[in-house]
C-alpha cells in the first residue's frame, strides 16, 4: 500500500507524457481502484477486451495518464508498444521477472522508457539470479551479463560463501535499493506473533508417507547431482505428492478412509480462534486441500469466502470488501497461496494459518502481510501447521538458508547455499 501511493504521487507529478505500470493480473484493478482513490484527476487506462480492441486502446495515448496492464498481456501486445515512450514503467511484484529468459522478463525490458522502477518485497526468492535479472530492467548492464555475474558473484557467495563477493555485491546495489523493515515506517503497527504448531501423523497415513520417502531416497541415492538435474521435474512431483500426505492423504489416495491429524487440528484452531473473536486467514498451495476444509467448514456451519486461481479478478475485490466489514458473517477466508498471497488487503483478519510450508519463507510471509500491513489495528497471530517427523520440518529448515541469502545481499550478513544438490535431498528426505 505504502509503495503503491508514493508510485501514485509520483506519477501524478508530472503529466507531460504516459506512464506504464505491469502488474499481476490479480492487481491490475487494485491499481486503478488505488489511483480514482489518491489521484482521481489522472486518466487511467486499464487495457482489456480483444487483441484487436486492446490495440485500438494503444492506438491513442494522448489523453491518458497512466495505462495499467499485467505480464501476459503486455507480452502479447508487445508490438503495439512499439511507437511510444513512456515517462516511467513501473513493474509491480517484480519478482514475476526472476527468469531472465520468459517472455515477462523480455517484454518490459523492451517497452521504451525515461525512467524504471521495480517494486518486490522480494528481491531474491530462491537464487542471487533473481537479483540480477530485476537489475538487468531497471540498469541493464549495471551488472554485466549472468554469465559474468555468476562467475564473479553467484558462485563465489552461494557455494563458497565468499563475504568478500557479498560485501562487493551488497555494496554496489545498496545505493539503488529503498528497503523500508515494517518496524521502522510503521510504529504503530501492533505486534506480530508467529507459532509453529507441530500436528501427529495417524498410522495409516505414516505407512503411506513412509512407502513413498522411500521410493524417493531410493532414486536419488542411485542418481549423482547432474542426474538429480535431469530427473527434478520427476523429483519435484514425487516430493509433491510426498507433502500431500502430510496435508490429507485423500488428496492422493481417493480410496484413503482415515482422517488427517492436520486437517482435524486446523478446524480446532478455526474453532478456537472464532470463538474467541477472530477472523481467520488461511493459505494452502493446494486448492484440492482448500476443498476439503470446505466441507469441514460446512459441516461446522463457520461462514467462509474463499479465492484461488479460478476467482475472478473483479469478483475478488468485492469478496475482500465484504470480508473485511465488521458484521461480515464469513469469517474464515480460505486463500490459494499463489493467487491470493499478494495484492490483497485483509485487515479485517488477525489470525493467519499457514497450512502447509513452502519452500521459500517470503512468499508465506507476503501472504502474512495480508492480514499485517497499514490499517491493522489488532495484534495478529500467524500459525504454521507442520506435519511431525516428515519433509515439512525439513522444509521450515530450507525457508531459513532461503531467507540467509536475501538478508545476505540487503544488509550484507552471512548466506547458506540456497541450491538444492544431492545431500540437500537425501537431508530433507531423512
Known amino acids: 500500500m505504502k509503495w503503491t501511493l508514493q508510485v501514485i504521487s509520483l506519477l501524478a507529478s508530472q503529466k507531460d507524457q504516459p506512464s506504464l505500470i505491469v502488474a499481476p493480473a490479480s492487481l491490475v484493478l487494485n491499481w486503478e481502484a488505488e489511483f480514482k482513490k489518491f489521484a482521481p484527476e489522472m486518466k487511467t487506462l486499464v487495457l482489456s477486451g480483444s487483441k484487436k480492441e486492446r490495440s485500438g486502446q494503444l492506438a491513442d495515448l494522448t489523453d491518458i495518464d497512466v495505462v495499467i496492464t499485467f505480464y501476459d498481456l503486455l507480452k502479447r501486445d508487445i508490438a503495439n508498444y512499439e511507437p511510444h515512450t513512456f515517462a516511467y514503467e513501473v513493474i509491480d511484484e517484480a519478482q514475476m521477472i526472476k527468469n531472465p529468459r520468459t517472455a515477462a522478463a523480455k517484454s518490459v525490458s523492451v517497452v521504451k522508457d525515461k525512467h524504471r522502477f521495480a517494486l518486490t518485497g522480494t528481491p531474491i526468492e530462491n537464487r542471487l539470479s533473481e537479483l540480477w535479472s530485476i537489475f538487468n530492467f531497471v540498469m541493464p548492464?549495471?551488472?554485466?551479463?549472468?554469465?559474468?555475474?555468476?562467475?564473479?558473484?553467484?558462485?563465489?557467495?552461494?557455494?563458497?560463501?565468499?563475504?568478500?563477493?557479498?560485501?562487493?555485491?551488497?555494496?554496489?546495489?545498496?545505493?539503488?535499493?529503498?528497503?523500508?523493515l515494517k518496524k521502522d515506517v510503521l510504529k504503530d503497527l501492533p505486534d506480530k506473533l508467529e507459532e509453529v504448531r507441530y500436528v501427529g501423523v495417524g498410522k495409516e497415513q505414516r505407512r503411506l508417507y513412509d512407502a513413498e520417502i522411500a521410493r524417493l531416497k531410493n532414486k536419488v541415492m542411485a542418481e549423482d547431482d547432474e542426474g538429480i538435474k535431469r530427473e527434478q521435474i520427476e523429483i519435484l512431483a514425487a516430493l509433491t505428492r510426498i507433502r500431500e500426505i502430510c496435508c490429507a492423504p485423500g488428496l492422493l489416495y481417493e480410496d484413503y478412509k482415515g482422517e488427517s491429524e492436520k486437517r482435524l487440528a486446523c478446524v480446532d484452531l478455526i474453532k478456537s480462534a472464532i470463538d474467541e473473536g477472530h477472523k481467520v486467514l488461511l493459505f494452502s498451495q493446494f486448492t484440492s486441500m482448500l476443498d476439503l476444509l470446505e466441507e469441514s467448514l460446512k459441516a461446522e456451519e463457520i461462514g467462509f469466502l474463499r479465492i484461488d486461481g479460478q476467482t475472478p479478478k473483479a469478483r475478488r475485490l468485492t469478496l475482500v470488501n465484504v470480508f473485511n466489514h465488521k458484521d461480515s458473517p464469513a469469517k474464515v477466508f480460505l486463500i490459494s497461496l499463489k493467487a491470493g498471497g499478494t495484492g490483497l488487503n485483509l485487515t479485517g483478519a488477525d489470525t493467519v494459518i499457514h497450512y502447509d510450508p513452502w519452500w521459500n519463507v517470503a512468499a508465506q510471509n507476503q501472504a502474512t502481510d495480508r492480514a499485517h500491513r497499514i490499517g491493522q489495528e489488532k495484534k495478529v497471530t500467524v500459525y504454521k501447521l507442520i506435519a511431525k517427523d516428515t519433509v515439512e520440518e525439513a522444509i521450515l529448515d530450507l525457508q531459513e538458508a532461503k531467507s540467509l541469502l536475501a538478508q545476505g545481499i540487503l544488509t550484507a550478513e552471512s548466506v547458506s547455499s540456497a541450491s538444492l544438490q544431492k545431500e540437500d535431498l537425501l537431508k530433507i528426505l531423512d
Open 141 to 180: 548492464g549495471f551488472l554485466k551479463s549472468y554469465r559474468e555475474f555468476k562467475k564473479d558473484f553467484e558462485s563465489p557467495i552461494v557455494k563458497e560463501d565468499d563475504q568478500d563477493c557479498l560485501n562487493r555485491l551488497s555494496q554496489m546495489v545498496g545505493p539503488f535499493i529503498l528497503r523500508r
